[in-house]
């Protein structure tokens, strides 16, 4: 099992649309949470991170996670298709080593 | 731009070859890190260089070796290549000798096709 699950998608979306991305995650020990996005041919950039449980915005991003149920979640409001891209979620444990961990990545495309 | 360069882009090699990437950090980046990306598994990480030491191993195999040299640059060594070790590999770079808050900066990496 992977400590970090994430539905590979693709993911088709309207314009205009709120998108939902999720992952799960197994490792408690993990403390923070990021998004990169990486759009084809490119290397990962981090989109937001946030630390324990809660939300995070930022403009029309909003990231969101529960450590009691191991779910960490991405929302876009009024996706563009320049959001079309692959978005990895990512999570750092605490203590120890502090390794990234990545899930798969969804490919979500958002058509105009 | 991230910053941080990577060569070659691409590089098409045959069975049991050897090749080499390279990896020059950002500016001030004293970590390097390795990763490897398949449409499979994802990206997984190989291997951690703070400062020219190795400072942690991951799914890195035996075939594969890496360093980094003074001037802060690293490259890694592929060797006896088979077919599976296809797969784009990223280094990524960051100030510290962890990452306290996960952000890595990813060059564009090089796209290895073994045939």
């Known amino acids: 099992q992977k400590e970090v699950e994430q539905d590979p998608g693709p993911l088709s979306v309207p314009e205009g649309a709120i998108v939902s991305l999720n992952c799960t995650y197994s490792?408690?020990?993990?403390?923070?949470f990021m998004w990169y996005r990486q759009y084809s041919r490119k290397g990962p950039e981090l989109l937001m991170y946030?630390?324990?449980?809660g939300n995070k915005e930022d403009g029309r991003f909003t990231a969101q996670v529960d450590k009691s149920s191991k779910y960490i979640s991405l929302f876009i409001r009024d996706s563009q298709p320049s959001d079309s891209a692959t978005y990895l979620c990512a999570a750092l444990n605490s203590g120890g080593y502090q390794k990234v961990t990545f899930g798969i990545g969804t490919k979500l495309q958002v058509i105009p | 731009d991230s910053g941080v360069t990577q060569t070659p882009k691409h590089l098409i090699t045959a069975t049991g070859q050897r090749v080499t990437l390279r990896c020059s950090p950002r500016?001030?980046?004293?970590?390097v890190y390795w990763y490897q990306q398949s449409l499979d598994q994802g990206l997984q990480f190989l291997i951690h260089?703070?400062?020219?030491?190795?400072?942690a191993k991951g799914n890195i195999l035996e075939r594969f070796s890496a360093q980094q040299f003074p001037d802060l640059h690293s490259e890694l060594n592929l060797s006896s290549l088979e077919l599976g070790d296809s797969a784009l590999y990223f280094c990524?770079?960051?100030?510290?000798?962890?990452?306290?808050?996960?952000?890595?900066?990813f060059g564009e990496g090089s796209r290895l096709t073994v045939l």
């Open positions: 490792n408690s020990a993990f403390q923070y």
């Open positions: 946030t630390y324990s449980s």
């Open positions: 500016s001030g980046d004293l970590s």
């Open positions: 990524a770079s960051s100030v510290w000798q962890g990452t306290n808050t996960g952000e890595l900066f």
């Open positions: 260089y703070y400062n020219g030491e190795e400072r």
